[in-house]
């Protein structure tokens, strides 16, 4: 499964607090996914909880 | 139950005006008996206000605005600037020049957001975790010996204040002074966003002071965020108006959120001590506790918008030019968002909530206060993990206001053994 990041992104920083394996920060604050938004298959829980909490619905996992 | 606050709440109760064609009208009950929110028992019980007001209805008319209450009224109120603008929006405040970045739209607002973020993202504010720590713990060591305290006057209002005057760079000498700015100011609004009767003279005197300011700050080199706005140069160059404008509303901010946060957040705590018990146990609890807490208790629990033309909400026709208000707090709560929504929960899976605003205006000092807040939370517990609100002592939100937070908390404690 695969991470996007939506411009609905207002930088709140969940994605990356909650799951620095799977997101990092810019610069500005904003999130961005690393690894071109791979999940390891063991980290997909955390994935789903990354979608789930940010604050904009700006994260998609597909 | 306060039977007043019910009351006047009932009279809030929109209309069902089915025969309407066009959707249910929102009725200002003025004539009878008008909703007063400063009858609402938020200083006392401010879970049963936010229910009491849930309960009122998804829109509802108050002082002659509009209240939005569940959390997808307030998603569409704070991710829609074209028809919820906030140029016109927080004229309550009285600055004479306009806040910067937060009574513009997009784009200009874009503009001000991109030249402002970087000072704020976790990047620049993570470093001061350090300092912080030790500044915090300057603030606790003489509480140790006395086993007692004013948890707001030593800890809540202090510690995010001078954080917020040297990193912004503002003279912490004057640190009494722009608390008594700032608390004229905003203790002039209320929930409903409208035009004070009296409106602020604080606010002049504090751009009075902060055009002087400006003009002395130019060129002048610093490491502080105002110092490296007042140096940028090119497109991102900023103009006396917009420095002053922007300053007035960090002022506003930056004195009043942390503190009212963590105010309201050890209230809590201290009357729920299994919580506490929890995050004494395992720290690794205070930063999903901190969003708790503050999806409890936002301390900007109002967040104003002004309609651009008639637009509808749900079912209900708002016409232009209307203040529309978010109230955060009640759709936090809303049970679309979570199970258990009025219960303190340090364990929640999913847990977004609007306590930072929504939208393209997303609290610009989040990560400082997110910052501030785990420190607090952290080398408290650490220090002193047992406490509990002094007997006698009753501990009140400050109530009619358009920001929150409890004035006065003190705390006992057992003294430290030598």
């Given at each position: 499964v695969k991470l996007a990041i939506s411009p609905a992104c207002m930088g709140h920083g969940l994605c990356y607090s909650l799951a620095s394996e799977l997101f990092e920060d810019e610069d500005d604050g904003y999130g961005t996914v690393?690894?071109?938004?791979?999940?390891?298959?063991?980290?997909?829980?955390?994935?789903r909880r990354a979608v789930s909490n940010c604050p904009e619905g700006a994260i998609s996992l597909s | 139950v306060p039977e007043i606050a019910v009351r006047s709440l009932d009279t809030a109760l929109l209309t069902r005006a089915d025969t309407r064609p066009k959707g249910r009208?929102?009725?200002?009950h003025a004539e009878d008996a008008p909703l007063s929110v400063a009858d609402l028992p938020v200083a006392d019980d401010r879970d049963l206000a936010w229910q009491l007001i849930e309960a009122a209805g998804d829109v509802i008319a108050v002082n002659g605005t509009y209240a939005v209450t569940t959390a997808?009224?307030?998603?569409?109120?704070?991710?829609d600037p074209a028809t919820f603008s906030s140029k016109r929006a927080f004229d309550a405040l009285n600055s004479p020049l306009p806040l910067v970045p937060l009574a513009f739209d997009p784009p200009e607002q874009t503009r001000y957001r991109r030249i402002l973020q970087p000072f704020f993202s976790p990047r620049m504010v993570r470093p001061l975790e350090a300092k912080l720590r030790?500044?915090?713990?300057?603030?606790?060591?003489?509480?140790?010996?006395?086993?007692?305290?004013?948890?707001?006057?030593?800890?809540?209002?202090?510690?995010?204040?001078?954080?917020?005057?040297?990193f912004f760079g503002l003279p912490d000498d004057m640190?009494?002074?722009?608390?008594?700015?700032?608390?004229?100011?905003?203790?002039?609004?209320?929930?409903?966003?409208?035009?004070?009767?009296?409106?602020?003279?604080?606010?002049?005197?504090?751009y009075t002071y902060l055009a002087g300011l400006v003009q002395e700050r130019r060129g002048v080199a610093g490491d502080d965020v105002l110092s490296e706005l007042l140096n940028?140069?090119?497109?991102?160059?900023?103009?006396?108006?917009?420095?002053?404008?922007?300053?007035?509303?960090?002022?506003?901010a930056g004195l009043d959120t942390v503190a009212g946060s963590l105010s309201m957040g050890m209230e809590r705590l201290a009357r729920n001590p299994a919580h506490r018990q929890e995050l004494v146990d395992d720290p690794s609890l205070v930063p999903a506790a901190i969003e708790e807490l503050v999806r409890l208790d936002p301390?900007?629990?109002?967040?104003?918008?002004?309609?651009?033309?008639?637009?509808?909400?749900?079912?209900h026709i708002v016409p232009a030019g209307s203040l529309v208000s978010a109230y955060l707090a009640?759709?936090?709560?809303?049970?679309?968002?979570?199970?258990?929504?009025?219960?303190?929960?340090?364990?929640?899976?999913?847990?977004?909530h609007a306590s930072f605003g929504l939208g393209p205006h997303r609290c610009l000092g989040s990560h400082l206060a997110r910052l501030e807040m785990l420190v607090v939370y952290e080398e408290w517990h650490k220090l002193i993990p047992d406490y509990e609100i002094a007997p006698g002592a009753d501990p009140r939100v400050r109530w009619p206001s358009g920001t929150l937070g409890i004035e006065s908390l003190p705390l006992v404690f057992p003294k430290r053994q030598r």
């Open positions: 690393r690894r071109s938004g791979e999940v390891p298959s063991d980290q997909e829980d955390l994935a | 009208h929102v009725t200002d997808a009224h307030v998603e569409t109120v704070l991710r030790s500044d915090l713990r300057a603030l606790i060591e003489p509480l140790l010996d006395r086993g007692e305290c004013d948890f707001v006057k030593e800890i809540a209002e202090p510690f995010p204040v001078h954080t917020f005057l040297a640190i009494d002074q722009f608390m008594d700015w700032k608390n004229g100011i905003l203790g002039s609004t209320d929930a409903s966003g409208a035009m004070p009767e009296n409106p602020a003279p604080e606010a002049i005197e504090l940028l140069t090119g497109d991102d160059a900023l103009t006396d108006a917009e420095a002053i404008g922007l300053s007035f509303l960090f002022v506003l301390p900007a629990p109002f967040v104003p918008r002004v309609t651009t033309e008639d637009t509808t909400i749900g079912d009640v759709a936090n709560r809303d049970p679309a968002g979570r199970a258990n929504p009025l219960e303190m929960d340090f364990h929640r899976a999913d847990n977004a």
